[in-house]
C-alpha cells in the first residue's frame, strides 16, 4: 500500500494525475490507494504537512501523515486543516505540536523520523497524542543515508514499543517525470532550477515502485503492517453528503 502519495491536488508539488496514480497502484498490484495531499484531503486519507517549507519552521522538520479511516476523522482532519488556515493570509497555514493534541482521535498518525537527536522526544509525544494509533514510518528512496535512516527508524519503533510500516513519499507515476516534477519544484520556490537544488529529489525514486522492489527493501513485516492500516480504512468520499443547516423560522413555518 501507498500511504505517502500526492497528486496534482497538491498544487506545483507534483503533475501526476490521480487517474494515472490511481492505474499505475492497481497495476502495480498495489492493495489500496490511498493519497496524502499537503493540506488537502482525498481518498480517506490525510494531512501531509512536512513539505511546506512554512510549516517546517512551526512543525521542525517532522513528517507526520494522518490518515482517516472513518467519516469522523474525516470530519476532525477537516477541522485542523481550517485552523491552520484560519491563522494565516491566504494560501499559507499554521500548525503548532498542540494542534494534535485537539480532537484527532479516530484519525491514524503516520510519525516519520529526520535522523536528529530530538527524534526519541518528537516520537515520545506523538505516541501519546495518539495512542494505540501512532505508527512509525520507515522510507529508503536509496539517497545517501536512507540505509541509516530506515534501521533508526525501526530501532525507535522497538524502544518505544509501537508498530513499524513504510511508504515511499511518491510524487511520480514513472520516473521519467523527474524533469517535470523538478520544473515544478523551482517555480512551486519563484527561482531557477540551479537553486532549486536544495528543494530537489536527489533522484527518481520518489514514484511508484513494484511490489517485488518495495519487498526487497522493507521486508514482509513492514508490508503486512501497510495491509493492516489499510484495513482499518473504510472510508471513502462517497460517503460524504451535504447537510442542509435548519433554517431559523417561527414554528408554524
Not at 499537503?38 to 512551526?58: N, S
Not at 497524542?129 to 536509496?142: G, H, I, P, T
Request: include cysteine; charge should be negative.
Amino acid at each position: 500500500d501507498e500511504f505517502q502519495c500526492e497528486t496534482e491536488a497538491a498544487l506545483l508539488a507534483t503533475r501526476d494525475h490521480l487517474d494515472q496514480v490511481v492505474a499505475d497502484i492497481r497495476q502495480a498490484d498495489l492493495a489500496h490507494d490511498l493519497f496524502c495531499n499537503r493540506t488537502h484531503v482525498l481518498a480517506g486519507a490525510g494531512l501531509y504537512p512536512q513539505a511546506d517549507r512554512r510549516l517546517d519552521t512551526l512543525l521542525d522538520g517532522q513528517v507526520i501523515i494522518l490518515l482517516a479511516p472513518t467519516e469522523a476523522a474525516y470530519s476532525q482532519l477537516c477541522h485542523l486543516i481550517t485552523r491552520a488556515r484560519r491563522r494565516c493570509d491566504k494560501g499559507e497555514y499554521r500548525l503548532t505540536r498542540q494542534d494534535f493534541t485537539l480532537n484527532l482521535d479516530n484519525c491514524l498518525c503516520l510519525w516519520s523520523p529526520r535522523g536528529r537527536s530530538d527524534d526519541d522526544e518528537q516520537l515520545a509525544y506523538y505516541a501519546d497524542c495518539f495512542k494505540s494509533r501512532c505508527w512509525v514510518l520507515v522510507e529508503n528512496l536509496l539517497t545517501e543515508n536512507s540505509f541509516e535512516l530506515s534501521t533508526h527508524a525501526q530501532q525507535l519503533a522497538r524502544k518505544h514499543n509501537l508498530p513499524a510500516t513504510c511508504a515511499n513519499n511518491v510524487h511520480m507515476h514513472t520516473p521519467e517525470r523527474k524533469d517535470l516534477q523538478d520544473a515544478l519544484t523551482a517555480i512551486r520556490f519563484n527561482t531557477t532550477l540551479t537553486e532549486a537544488l536544495p528543494y530537489l529529489f536527489p533522484n527518481a525514486e520518489n514514484h511508484l515502485r513494484s511490489a517485488n522492489k518495495l519487498h526487497s527493501l522493507y521486508g514482509t513485516d513492514l508490508m503486512q503492517e501497510t495491509l493492516r492500516i489499510a484495513d482499518r480504512c473504510d472510508f471513502t468520499l462517497d460517503a460524504l453528503r451535504y447537510r442542509y443547516p435548519k433554517d431559523i423560522l417561527p414554528g408554524q413555518y
